[in-house]
């Protein structure tokens, strides 16, 4: 059962812009922290941006006053806009949802991944 689904993702130029989604399940987004990741080949999966359900946002230092992450809760779905793109910027981009379920007395962590979207910057 998929649980978070990106989009987004293309071939571009170096600074040229694209916008990356990342829909879920109202009752898995509404109680996810949601992240990007990214893994270039022969990379580790590193951590590129998060927001918190209350909107609070975080960036990698490379990506920082390029890159915006948002979340719209009425359409379960974040986005990540790239502006400024580099060549280094190329990978494939993973949408994360980690957060709990609550069901009675007992809590449920899940931490979701998508299946990834590649994003390729020319130079």
């Known amino acids: 059962q998929v649980q978070v689904v990106e989009s987004g993702g293309g071939l571009v130029q170096a600074g040229g812009s694209l916008r990356l989604s990342c829909a879920a399940a109202?009752?898995?987004?509404?109680?996810?922290?949601m992240a990007w990741y990214r893994q270039a080949p022969a990379n580790q999966r590193e951590f590129v941006a998060a927001v918190t359900i209350g909107g609070d946002t975080n960036y990698a230092d490379s990506v920082k006053d390029r890159f915006t992450l948002s979340r719209d809760n009425a359409k379960n779905t974040m986005y990540l806009q790239m502006n400024s793109l580099k060549p280094e910027d190329t990978a494939v981009y993973y949408c994360?949802?980690?957060?709990?379920?609550?069901?009675?007395?007992?809590?449920?962590?899940?931490?979701?991944w998508g299946q990834g979207t590649q994003v390729t910057v020319s130079p």
């Open positions: 994360n949802a980690k957060g709990e379920y609550i069901i009675g007395r007992n809590k449920l962590p899940f931490d979701y």
């Open positions: 109202e009752s898995t987004f509404s109680r996810s922290t």
